[in-house]
T-cell receptor, first 111, second 112 residues
Framework: QKEVEQNSGPLSVPEGAIASLNCTYS??????FFWYRQYSGKSPELIMS????GDKEDGRFTAQLNKASQYVSLLIRDSQPSDSATYLCAVNIRTGNQFYFGTGTSLTVIP | DVKVTQSSRYLVKRTGEKVFLECVQD?????MFWYRQDPGLGLRLIYF???????EKGDIPEGYSVSREKKERFSLILESASTNQTSMYLC???????????FGPGTRLTVT
């Protein structure tokens, strides 16, 4: 089992819809969770960080964390064509500085 | 804004050459990382450093070494480049343990 797993997609949603991206992780003691957006040919860009159970909202983005079920999700409301990108989930494994990244979910927002 | 810069966006080297990739961050971050990214494999950690002159192996350190002589600079060295090291190399920095990472623009290395 991989440390961090994401559905690779592609996920297609119409403009204005809600996009839902999911990520599961293997280590029960993980404490830090991040979502990154990566446009084709570019480097990952931090969107959200979440450290405790529940929801965290930032503009059109909401991160949801459920440690008991070991999953973290990202909701994008009012999806725009500019949201079309690959979304990476990152989780710290064990303690310390090492993070594992999922392989990413490709999202396409259709105008 | 956090700024992480990498010395080259594109690099072409020959098999057997020694290759240096440089990374500089301007936010006084403690931790710095080197990843490579390959299609279908995602981001894989090569080495990281949590202090000057300190280094830790990641998941795929073979064929690589690193140097951190100053807090703001973290170098990745390919001792003898091979074609299977053709990849996108990404440097990142982080302000502390369990904190977010900020990435540089990446270096696309081709070894022929």
């Amino acid at each position: 089992q991989k440390e961090v797993e994401q559905n690779s997609g592609p996920l297609s949603v119409p403009e204005g819809a809600i996009a839902s991206l999911n990520c599961t992780y293997s280590d029960r003691v993980s404490q830090s969770f991040f979502w990154y957006r990566q446009y084709s040919g570019k480097s990952p860009e931090l969107i959200m960080s979440i450290y405790s159970n529940g929801d965290k909202e930032d503009g059109r983005f909401t991160a949801q964390l459920n440690k008991a079920s070991q999953y973290v999700s990202l909701l994008i409301r009012d999806s725009q064509p500019s949201d079309s990108a690959t979304y990476l989930c990152a989780v710290n494994i064990r303690t310390g500085n090492q993070f594992y990244f999922g392989t990413g979910t490709s999202l396409t927002v259709i105008p | 804004d956090v700024k992480v810069t990498q010395s080259s966006r594109y690099l072409v080297k020959r098999t057997g050459e020694k290759v240096f990739l440089e990374c500089v961050q301007d936010m006084d971050h403690e931790n710095m990382f080197w990843y490579r990214q390959d299609p279908g494999l995602g981001l894989r950690l090569i080495y990281f450093s949590y202090d000057v002159k300190m280094k830790e192996k990641g998941d795929i350190p073979e064929g690589y070494s690193v140097s951190r002589e100053k807090k703001e600079r973290f170098s990745l060295i390919l001792e003898s480049a091979s074609t299977n090291q053709t990849s996108m190399y990404l440097c990142a920095s982080s302000p502390g343990t369990l904190r977010e990472q900020y990435f540089g623009p990446g270096t696309r290395l081709t070894v022929t």
